[in-house]
């Protein structure tokens, strides 16, 4: 066996109070006791599989998976310790009789992860942690107790009766740890425990062929074989229990199972079968007096015990009678359950029932695994036949889900999740479940699965093996031609062989394309292959992989940066964690971290924060100290968790920067992190500014001498948000200009956005003219390009100046339209979870955002309790809004026959028209910078995208959903707008401009044609 990782149960038992006992012995009587002792234990142990590695002192030491995996290793040494106790119980009573002494035991059992050999050349049988536990469980054992951990106790609780204990403090370990003390082992359960609770669920056909097998039986009066073949957990038992209990008042049920291991196995079943008839008197008190009622008696009951007394032929006889015997009332039926582990005689035996029972009514119920078919290929064409369970399907493993959540309650996100990995298995299915509903880790194969999966991988052949784990590096799905480059040297014919085998196998299913793809059959047989391989090949089998993504024509693209970015940190990972990095190693990590730091960059860029997180966080991790762009992409990483609302990881990391780039001497990154930290410090607490202004002066003189743009851009920008917090507009307005000028020539669209956005702020609450700040905002408007946040930075200060200049028609699109970016931005992680959206047209849930502002607003400029309240009443005044709209909603029709009248004279009676409160024209005065309603800094930044034109005149926008058209507003553009308009009417909905105002359910796109003065191009476009 070649070394591998592998799960497996180790077992150590000591003598217990050993030294005493060396006192009171001569040495050669002692070493007598303990080669007995040695020798008894190892016996027993070997019996039921485990490996005996060595003697530690007193101690034993045992390990069960070693050198073949079973699904029940763990149960095994639980009862080869039980096992144990009575053996030395044995053992004392000749050491009292030869030497006057009782020596007494103690036993640990743990269950863990660990590489394995075969233990030749010297080499160790088993190494890893779960070792040392076991041997610390065993010295906290007292005498005559069974230790056993939590990852044993999760494998074996349904069969074992336990007692917990204290925590223990283990020497050497930091944590305490649960122990169990076994009490007994209960015969014949099952590791662990099944749901044959629940209703039946998609066999429903599959019954019915068990039935009429049954019923094909009785009107022959014949002997049926017949077999369900299906992998661990798809339903055999449940399927047989089902028509078990449908036939419990009309025929005689016997049930015998098979063993995968242990002495005197062969006829286990019929020992079983003999036992509910009640052994030696039952079965002659069955046959009375039938003819050959001794012999009968005598052959069956000589072959189920200790030492068969007649050759198989006889044996085989005698049962055939037996049964038939046991039909001259009623129809028999014989379940025997795990043929797969059959010995070749039984199998014998169930065949020849089959051919040669005559005049009987006798069901053979065979359940198996697909190895069987691997012995006997023939096995179903028997007579009687048999059935292969397919995996339930989606629906149906959603109605299992339904039944089993009665028990373990899941949420929508963990059913799905099951579903996806279990792929119809219901034993997958529950156990799963059952992990999930007890707090465990969503993405982890639960321990019994695994030793299901792992041990039927192990009884691969290893040519098979290496090509499974090869494809799990791969992932779930994988081409051909990946395959091939992992597998470097090996034949080409010998890899589709064996692809091949495993898709017949049922391991891998084939996925069809322009190229041989493959996929595993449950991702959970990916994983459990993936576990298997040591991780200084996992690190070589990943580093091949990047290697071929790199060279396709994606990867020179740059679409699969983030695959191979990710197995090259995988292969660093897993080098890492075998020792220190070497050169190459260094150069992998280096290279990994540019990849994922460009990948990361990009989503950033996209304004896909959550991404660009994941990404520069795992870019950073792996650049060295000496790597020139670590400080870069540790900046990087700090904003996109500041704009993550990750405060506290942004500062830490940002100080982190500022003092790496100081020692280093990089004064460029140093004022760049101080910049930013500052702005960060003056967000948290406000009132903790009185060195932002003079750090941002200083910026600007380094980024000056350094000729650095973009930190220039940030600079003034940082100059005019300090001048802004001291309430001088006018200053703020000038450096944000210079700001802007700056981020334009450093080409920085982001930096452009967020200087745009203080730039705006400030023409909007400045001394500004309201016509002059609303032309600026325009034409960066016509900037913005489609940039989601850029736009809605500018519309935010758009929609007030609209409002100040009482061109309400106009504010309210703005704002819609910023509202319907930020929806968009927010999709893509451009805002923080949780930031406010508010507006048309979701009215109410704006109403909700907006006074949830006025309570709490930490990034907001709501900084007073007066604008606090200010936001709190705005919110009131969208929600009784929303009220009417509702009422409207109610009765379309109706709607659209009450326009809203706007026109001048309403509008010099009417207050702030964003919050209905009453605010009056002189409010609104030209040049006046106030506002009862001013936006939150970060309140809300998206909009439609502008398709041209700027200025004060309407030259350009859109109109929302229920945005109006008023006469003034069509008469002051002239004729040929009104003609462009109600021919774009007529194509919407064949309507005609009619009466003074129109409620519009479209969006309005009007622009100027090059054409000339008063010529204009309008669209509408269904709001749906």
Not at 535 to 555: C, I, P, V
Not at 961 to 973: K, P, V
Request: hydrophobic letters at 40%.
């Amino acid at each position: 066996m070649a070394v591998s990782r592998r799960t497996v149960t180790v077992l150590f038992a000591d003598v217990a109070d050993s030294t005493p006992l060396g006192e009171r012995l001569d040495p050669e009587s002692l070493r007598r006791v303990m080669s007995r002792f040695f020798e008894q234990m190892s016996a027993v142990l070997e019996r039921h599989g485990g490996t005996v590695e060595k003697f530690i002192g007193d101690a034993i030491m045992a390990v069960f998976g070693i050198p073949e995996l079973h699904e029940d290793d763990a149960l095994r040494a639980v009862r080869a310790a039980t096992e144990l106790r009575q053996a030395l119980a044995q053992l004392n009573e000749q050491l009292e009789r030869d030497l006057g002494e009782r020596i007494g035991m103690r036993v640990g059992i743990n269950t863990g992860e660990v590489v394995a050999g075969d233990g030749s050349g010297g080499q160790m049988l088993a190494t890893g942690d779960a070792v040392n536990v076991a041997k610390r469980l065993e010295e906290s054992a007292r005498t005559g107790e069974i230790l056993l951990g939590e990852p044993t106790r999760r494998l074996v609780e349904n069969a074992v009766v336990l007692e917990p204990r204290e925590d223990l403090t283990l020497k050497g370990k930091r944590d305490p740890h649960a122990a169990w003390n076994v009490l007994a082992v209960i015969e014949g359960a099952s590791a662990y425990a099944r749901r044959l609770d629940a209703p039946l669920i998609g066999r429903e056909a599959e019954l019915q062929e068990l039935r009429d097998a049954y019923d094909a039986a009785v009107a022959a009066r014949a002997c049926r074989l017949f077999t369900v073949i299906g992998p661990a957990g798809i339903g055999k038992s449940r399927l047989s229990t089902e028509l078990c209990s449908s036939l419990r008042e009309e025929a005689t049920l016997l049930t015998g199972r098979c063993l995968a291991y242990g002495d005197g196995i062969t006829f286990w079943p019929l020992v079983e079968i003999i036992g509910a008839l009640g052994s030696d008197e039952g079965v002659r008190e069955l046959l009375g007096d039938a003819e050959d009622a001794d012999l009968v008696a005598t052959r069956v009951l000589g072959a189920v015990g200790a030492n068969p007394t007649a050759p198989g032929g006889e044996t085989f006889w005698a049962v055939r009678r037996l049964f038939e015997e046991l039909t001259r009332e009623r129809p028999l039926v014989v379940l025997v359950e795990d043929i797969h582990w059959a010995e070749p005689t039984l199998l014998d035996l169930l065949e020849y029932l089959a051919g040669w029972t005559h005049d009987a009514p006798v069901l053979l119920l065979c359940l198996a695994r697909p190895d069987l078919l691997d012995a006997r290929p023939g096995w179903l064409t028997q007579t009687g036949g048999g059935v292969v369970l397919d995996p339930l399907t989606d629906e149906q493993s959603r109605r299992l889900l339904d039944e089993i959540a009665q028990e373990w309650p899941l949420d929508a996100a963990a059913r799905e999740h099951i579903t996806e990995a279990a792929e119809g298995n219901p034993l997958y299915l529950e156990q799963m479940a059952a992990m999930l509903g007890e707090g465990g880790p969503t993405h982890a194969i639960p321990p019994t699965i695994h030793a299901l999966i792992a041990a039927r991988l192990d009884r691969l052949p290893p040519e098979e093996r290496s090509v499974l784990e090869s494809a799990a590096v791969a992932g779930k799905h994988f081409v051909r031609s990946a395959l091939r480059n992992l597998l470097g040297g090996t034949d080409d014919a010998l890899v589709d062989k064996s692809l091949l085998s495993l898709a017949r196998k049922d391991l891998l299913t084939a996925r069809p394309g322009r190229e041989d793809a493959y996929r595993f059959r449950h991702a959970l047989i990916r994983d459990a292959a993936y576990a298997g391989i040591p991780k200084e090949l996992r690190a070589q089998l990943h580093e091949r992989y990047a290697a071929w993504a790199a060279n396709t024509r994606a990867g020179k693209a740059g679409d699969v940066d983030e695959i191979v970015g990710y197995h090259l940190e995988q292969a660093v990972r897993y080098r890492q964690q075998l020792g220190p990095l070497d050169d190459d190693g260094v150069t992998l990590g280096r290279r990994a971290a540019e990849i994922l730091g460009a990948a990361g960059r990009r989503a950033f860029a996209r304004d896909d924060a959550p991404a660009a997180v994941n990404l520069l966080d795992r870019a950073v991790a792996l650049a060295t100290d000496e790597q020139p762009a670590r400080l870069d992409l540790a900046r990087e990483l700090g904003l996109a968790l500041w704009s993550l609302g990750e405060v506290a990881r942004a500062e830490a990391l940002l100080n982190g920067i500022v003092a790496a780039a100081a020692a280093a001497g990089d004064k460029r990154e140093e004022w760049y992190a101080l910049l930013e930290q500052s702005a960060m410090r003056s967000m948290v607490n406000p009132a903790d500014t009185q060195d932002a202004l003079e750090i941002a002066e200083q910026a600007i003189a380094v980024f000056s001498e350094l000729g650095d743009e973009l930190g220039l851009a940030r600079s003034w920008r940082a100059v005019g948000m300090e001048h802004r917090r001291r309430g001088r507009l006018g200053e703020s307005e000038k450096a944000c200009e210079r700001a802007l000028e700056h981020a334009v020539r450093a080409d920085d669209r982001r930096e452009e956005s967020r200087s745009a956005d203080q730039l705006c702020t400030a023409l909007l609450y400045g001394p500004a003219a309201a016509a002059a700040a609303l032309a600026r905002c325009e034409a960066m408007l016509v900037r913005a390009g489609g940039n989601p946040l850029f736009e809605a930075n500018v519309l935010a200060s758009l929609a007030g100046l609209h409002g100040m200049l009482g061109e309400f028609d106009e504010a309210h699109p703005s704002r819609d339209r910023q509202h319907g970016g930020l929806r968009r931005a927010a999709r893509r992680g451009a805002v923080r979870a949780g930031a406010p959206l508010r507006g048309s047209p979701d009215r109410r849930r704006g109403a909700r955002a907006h006074a949830r502002l006025g309570r709490r607003a930490p990034r907001a400029a709501a900084r007073s309790p007066g604008e606090a309240r200010r936001r709190l009443d705005c919110g009131r005044a969208h929600r009784d809004r929303a009220r009417l709209d509702d009422r409207r909603a109610e009765s379309p029709s109706r709607r659209l026959r009450e326009p809203r009248r706007d026109t001048a004279a309403t509008r010099s009676n009417r207050g702030c028209r964003r919050c209905d409160r009453d605010r009056r024209p002189a409010l609104h005065a030209e040049g006046q910078p106030r506002s009862c309603c001013p936006p939150a800094a970060g309140e809300g930044v998206a909009s439609a995208r502008s398709r041209g034109g700027g200025g004060a005149a309407m030259e350009e926008r859109e109109v929302a959903a229920r945005g109006n058209i008023s006469r003034d507003e069509i008469d002051h553009h002239g004729e040929g707008f009104e003609k462009a308009f109600n021919k774009a009417l007529k194509e919407l909905d064949g309507q005609r401009y009619a009466g003074q105002t129109l409620e519009v359910q479209a969006f309005v796109t009007i622009t100027p044609n090059p054409g000339g003065v008063g010529q204009y191009t309008v669209s509408l476009v269904p709001t749906g």
